[in-house]
């Protein structure tokens, strides 16, 4: 019996533009259009287990980001302007004026930038697990910031890679995630995976988040926001929870027009876990 997934509906795009060679997944349809972006060190297919659930209501893209995925590396365009701008390229590429964005993780963040630097292009903003955190200690320095976003060292043999993940996500391993999780990954043959984020890169991408993070510039926000937080499904995840409820309560009486909903049992790869959740929890809120 063949296996089926969800990133099996989309099509395949590339995009050439200003030195970025970028890739996406297009679902299709004439329905309103939806923009999802992915987070940190992961790739388009985060959102394959959920795509298929959300592509009956609207015509779903997702993209790779810079580094990462099937997209290029460029040395530098790691700010939120540069990846917003990469954006407005693939929009204008796909004849898209106006989407509803979505952003996971670090793409929440990407997400909420954009929203605040092309209104005109967004008609509503879904930050999943991501964006949203208690104001920072101002005491916390840049060097224990970047020691707690350090890269993993999951990498080296496939073999290893996978298990790793495996471990991780026991409850809910199947060839789907496998599939999804190895498009996140460089490959080097041999059996052998690697980071494709360059340490350069990764440096980029988190400085930004510390010295320019959008916590400080919520009221900036203008579209109709839905704050989508998983509860955690393991007792240190958990843990976190009060941390996490704290950050919320900032951004909800902030951000203008904003509402939040909570994820039970999941953890931060909400789509993993609780797919159907997840996509209807965005349609309730961008229909």
Same mark, same amino acid.
């Given at each position: #019996?063949?296996?089926?997934?969800?990133?099996?509906?989309?099509i395949h795009g590339q995009i +050439?533009?200003? %030195?970025? @060679? #970028?890739?996406?997944?297009d679902w299709g349809g004439t329905q309103r259009p939806l923009l999802a972006l992915h987070g940190l060190s992961s790739s388009a297919h985060w959102y394959d287990?959920? #795509?298929p659930r959300l592509a009956a209501h609207f015509r779903c893209v997702a993209p790779d980001q810079r580094a990462h995925g099937l997209t290029n590396q460029p040395e530098t365009g790691y700010d939120w302007k540069t990846l917003s701008e990469d954006l407005i390229r693939l929009l204008d590429h796909l004849d898209i004026e106006r989407t509803a964005v979505l952003g996971h993780s670090w793409g929440a963040?990407?997400? %909420?930038h954009f929203a605040i630097q092309h209104p005109e292009r967004v008609t509503?903003?879904?930050?999943i697990d991501g964006g949203v955190q208690r104001p920072r200690d101002p005491n916390v320095t840049w060097e224990e910031f970047r020691q707690r976003l350090r890269q993993r060292d999951i990498y080296g043999a496939v073999e290893t890679y996978i298990n790793a993940h495996k471990r991780e996500h026991a409850t809910v391993? @199947?060839?789907?995630l496998e599939h999804m999780l190895l498009s996140m990954p460089e490959q080097l %043959?041999? @059996? *052998?995976? *690697?980071?494709?984020?360059?340490?350069?890169?990764?440096? +980029?991408?988190?400085w930004n988040m510390f010295s320019d993070p959008l916590s400080?510039?919520?009221?900036?926000?203008k579209v109709p926001t839905l704050i989508v937080s998983a509860e955690g499904n393991t007792e240190m995840s958990r843990s976190y929870l009060p941390m996490k409820q704290q950050g919320v309560a900032d951004a909800l009486q902030r951000i203008p027009d904003s509402r939040s909903t909570w994820i039970k049992n999941a953890p931060h790869d909400i789509s993993f876990y609780e797919p159907q959740v997840l996509a209807t929890s965005l349609i309730d809120f961008l229909l």
């Open positions: #019996m063949e296996e089926s997934f969800g990133c099996e509906m989309a +050439q533009s200003s %030195g970025l @060679d #970028m890739h996406y997944l287990k959920c #795509m963040s990407v997400a %909420g509503a903003l879904a930050l391993w @199947d060839a789907e %043959g041999n @059996d *052998r995976v *690697r980071e494709y984020l360059s340490p350069s890169s990764h440096e +980029q991408v988190i400080a510039i919520y009221e900036e926000i």
